[in-house]
């Protein structure tokens, strides 16, 4: 297995280190945003040369393939048979370096919006027909663009997350006058390594998941010091959306599985692990015999901070297991949509490629995907691998 990043990758000048003189949200965010060089990814980066499953023009029966499309950061639309399930989708990327008001930007946070424009521009008409929405965590990259989404396009959709998650979303009107729309999943409903959690399932029973306890990796660390933004739970209903960034609340983070049913039997045709967060194990991992009773097909993970979590993400592919890795929030989310995509400096490519290679089976292969491409699987194969298109 190989990783040519030398080929996939151009750098840029970078930008000047910034001095800080607080420890507040809205510096940590300047911090991330500014203290990085502008590393340009141009073309998917994969393990090796496995070209597995289908391409576009030649996957035969459509009933056999579930098409999965990367969004940007942990946005996934996973797709099948005409069925739609959207996981954290996130375009607008409203958080660059301050301009004028810097002081009061370092001391209350940046106020940011929702880009509905981008938004129309970059999600792919398919998504209207979702029925589900599975959300990780609250922070803004993941949740904000969320309301818009529901509201707008895929405006059926159930929206799932921890009860942080439907405290902040109620901060919608439309949202909030139409609440069976928003599930809130408690803890002791969500599995761990110890013990399964409930089966939920999408309203038209073409999918279902399983959130289990999850965490997320510090945003950045100094030393054995680790910080993490916007920590802490939403306890009750806001009476409008969060209007700063540190105001999206981590909330109850959580890893999903997701099973992709058939039509006829609602038997698992094909099994995803998902995280949006990097997780100090064994969070975010299920028992081990939800693992052996179904394979796990294709496992979705964060490149973003994952070399601030001891042992990951092997400990976690060791135990999934998994046919196929697709490798996730691994650009910067500090820049325009539109422009060309960056590598986040959080993410630790090199360290990340290495821990597969020494946990992922020699048949398995692990691909990071740019933002917009489509992979392919053949669910009737018994080993899910991947084709780019």
């Known amino acids: 297995m190989f990783v040519s990043i030398p080929r996939h990758v151009s750098h840029v000048k970078p930008k000047k280190k910034i001095r800080i003189g607080r ?10 945003a500014c203290w990085q060089p502008t590393t340009i990814v141009r073309h998917p980066i994969a393990s090796g040369p496995h070209v597995f499953g289908c391409a576009a023009t030649a996957c035969g029966d459509p009933v056999k393939v579930v098409s999965i499309t990367y969004l940007g950061i942990s ?13 954290d989708p996130f375009f607008s990327n409203p958080v660059t370096t301050p301009g004028p008001g810097v002081l009061r930007w370092l001391l209350e946070g940046p106020r940011i919006a929702a880009d509905s424009a981008v938004m129309e521009k970059l999600l792919p008409r398919s998504a209207d027909r979702a029925s589900t929405i599975l959300v990780g965590h609250g922070h803004y990259d993941h949740l904000m663009d969320v309301r818009y989404i529901a509201t707008h396009r895929a405006k059926t959709a159930v929206i799932f997350g921890g009860p942080s998650i439907r405290h902040m979303l109620k901060g919608d009107p439309g949202l909030r006058s139409n609440p069976v729309r928003l599930v809130a999943i408690p803890l002791d409903k969500a599995g761990t390594s110890g013990r399964d959690g409930e089966w939920l399932y999408s309203a038209d029973s073409a999918f279902r998941f399983m959130a289990l306890i999850a965490g997320h990796a510090p945003t950045f660390m100094i030393g054995q010091w680790g910080y993490t933004f916007a920590e802490g739970r939403v306890s009750s209903d806001m009476d409008s959306l969060p209007r700063f960034a540190a105001e999206w609340k981590l909330g109850e983070p959580y890893a999903y599985l997701i099973d992709v049913l ?30 052996a009773s179904r394979a796990v097909d294709l496992a979705v993970l964060c490149a973003a901070t994952s070399s601030n979590v001891n042992a990951a993400p092997e400990r976690l592919v060791r135990v999934l297991k998994p046919g196929a890795v697709m490798v996730t929030h691994w650009e910067s989310f500090f820049r325009s949509r539109l422009r060309p995509t960056a590598l986040s400096h959080v993410t630790d490519l090199r360290q990340l490629s290495r821990a597969l290679r020494r946990s992922l089976a020699p048949r398995s292969g692990w691909v990071m995907p740019l933002p917009g491409q489509t992979l392919r699987f053949r669910t009737s194969e018994s080993y899910a691998g991947f084709s780019l298109n």
Do not use: C, K, N, Q
């Open 75 to 87: 946005g996934l639309l996973i797709e099948h048979g005409g069925h739609v399930l959207l996981t």
């Open 262 to 291: 058939s039509d006829s039997s609602h038997t698992t045709l094909f099994r995803i692990y998902f995280e949006d967060a990097p997780s100090e194990p064994p969070l975010g991992f299920p028992s081990a015999a939800l693992v």
């Open 23 to 32: 420890l507040a949200p809205a510096t940590a965010l300047m911090v991330v």
